[in-house]
């Protein structure tokens, strides 16, 4: 199985600041005939089902706020956002679609400083 | 608008079974797979299967091959997963959720909480 593990566990950061997440699989996740990366990023709020933010690592779903981004390839990638706003609070997991089961990272609570 | 809507909170002694429901609508249901996830307290959520609709086929991860079973009704666009031999640590919200062949979970429904308690 492939093992994802994001740093850190948790994050405080002021409004209007950055927030960087990290994401790494224990092997690649980029599949080479279509140089795609299968590596999804997810918003959750308390109460709420999980939110697709990004596919394929950086393609940001419709409707997501551009300060959202995704960024990086095989093992180690990143969510980025740029500008944070207090709506961002929640809980962020990243997700491997290249290989059955596809397994989730443990997730990073964001808050505000 | 596609929604998946699941049944309700469900409590259970240990050893029984829980059969939850997660109805669609808005789409072709035969044109997605239909996943399966469950998420404890304060922990990520963890993938339990996946039935291909239009071929009626599942997938499920060793940890639980022998206690899950999921069954796609395309003749009520419906979802189940049943849960058997139930312990303490099952005790979680369960998620339905679509995806593509190869795809990212775009979809998911509101959630069943599971509580397994004697």
């Known amino acids: 199985d492939i093992v994802m593990t994001q740093s850190p566990d948790s994050l405080a950061v002021s409004l209007g600041e950055r927030a960087t997440i990290n994401c790494k699989s224990s092997q690649s996740i980029l599949y080479n005939s279509n140089n795609r990366n299968y590596l999804a990023w997810y918003q959750q709020r308390p109460g709420q089902p999980p939110k697709l933010l990004i596919s394929?690592?950086?393609a940001r779903e419709s409707g997501v706020p551009d300060r959202f981004s995704g960024s990086g390839s095989g093992t180690d990638f990143t969510l980025t956002i740029s500008s944070l706003q207090a709506e961002d609070v929640a809980v962020y997991y990243c997700?491997?679609?290249?290989?059955?089961?596809?397994?989730f990272g443990q997730g990073t609570k964001l808050e505000i400083k | 608008e596609v929604q998946l809507v699941q049944s309700g909170t469900e409590v259970k002694k240990p050893g029984a079974t829980v059969k939850i429901s997660c109805k669609v609508s808005?789409?072709?249901?035969?044109?997605?797979?239909m996943h399966w996830a469950r998420q404890a307290p304060g922990k990520g959520p963890e993938w339990m299967g996946l039935?291909?609709?239009?071929?009626?086929?599942?997938v499920y991860p060793e940890k639980f091959q022998g206690r899950v079973t999921i069954i796609a009704d395309t003749s009520t666009h419906t979802a189940h997963l049943e849960l058997s031999r139930l312990r303490s640590e099952d005790t979680a919200v369960y998620y339905c959720?679509?995806?593509?062949?190869?795809?990212?979970?775009?979809?998911w429904g509101q959630g069943t909480l599971v509580t397994v308690s004697s």
């Open positions: 394929w690592a950086s």
């Open positions: 039935v291909d609709p239009k071929h009626g086929e599942t």
């Open positions: 808005g789409y072709t249901f035969n044109d997605y797979y």
């Open positions: 997700q491997q679609y290249y290989r059955l089961p596809y397994n």
């Open positions: 959720a679509l995806s593509g062949n190869y795809e990212p979970f775009d979809t």
